[in-house]
């Protein structure tokens, strides 16, 4: 059972716009940053979103990232079917004082 | 552009240690902090532990009591050691560059499958 909670699947056509959402706490993202990583099949995460809402220098602005008390979001848009990957939240969590993940999300592009 | 590389056997017996080496290159490991993360099959990710180049730990306290990881700076390694693994151990391990304050992980390994079994 993962700390932060997505959904486990999310599914939208191509040119459309998908949320995939996060939903934490006060120890994790009500009170730190959140970061998304994009992983597709047999490959290493990629860091997607830091400090909720920068993008990495090469990552499209086609996404983006928000938060608002202890809930953050992925929006993407303009999907693309590259786009289908697994999607992961992240944040650190002064409970356990270390980082935890989202059980993550399977973007699917119809 | 930094680049990490796991190696280490791809098969360990229950009961023994998990031992992993992660190489950095095209850039030093002096300076920074270096992580170990996790991803058993078709699971999510969990955080291992991390080190900073000066020798100081921190490890995930639900692992806190089998986990080693340690760093050679003129090798340009860090190391992860499991003790006492059982087949929840079975996973992709990561190892990747972590940066402190916004708290992600920049740069990845490719990931190394190992599997716990007899």
């Known amino acids: 059972q993962s700390v932060l909670t997505q959904p486990p699947s999310v599914s939208e056509a191509p040119r459309q716009r998908v949320t995939i959402s996060c939903s934490g706490s006060?120890?994790?993202?009500?009170?730190?940053?959140v970061n998304w990583y994009q992983q597709f099949p047999g490959r290493a995460p990629k860091l997607l979103i830091y400090?909720?809402?920068q993008l990495p220098s090469g990552v499209p602005d086609r996404f983006s990232g928000s938060k608002s008390g202890t809930a953050a979001s992925l929006a993407i848009s303009g999907l693309q079917s590259d786009d289908e990957a697994d999607y992961f939240c992240?944040?650190?969590?002064?409970?356990?004082?270390?980082?935890?993940f989202g059980g993550g999300t399977k973007l699917t592009v119809l | 552009q930094v680049q990490l590389q796991e190696s280490g056997p791809g098969r360990v017996k229950p009961s023994e240690t998990l031992s992993l080496t992660c190489t950095v290159s095209?850039?030093?490991?002096?300076?920074?902090?270096w992580s170990w993360v996790r991803q058993p099959p078709g699971k999510g990710l969990e955080w291992i532990g991390y080190?900073?180049?000066?020798?100081?730990?921190k490890y995930n306290p639900s692992l806190k009591s089998r986990v080693t990881i340690s760093i050679d700076t003129s090798m340009n390694q860090f190391s992860l050691k499991l003790n006492s693994v059982t087949a929840a151990d079975t996973a992709v391990y990561y190892c990747?560059?972590?940066?402190?304050?916004?708290?992600?992980?920049?740069?990845w390994g490719r990931g190394t499958l190992v599997t716990v079994s007899s």
């Open positions: 080190i900073y180049y000066s020798g100081s730990t």
């Open positions: 992240a944040a650190w969590d002064d409970t356990l004082n270390g980082p935890v």
């Open positions: 006060g120890s994790n993202i009500g009170n730190n940053a």
């Open positions: 990747a560059r972590f940066i402190p304050g916004a708290y992600y992980f920049d740069y």
């Open positions: 400090f909720d809402d």
């Open positions: 095209g850039g030093s490991v002096s300076g920074d902090y």
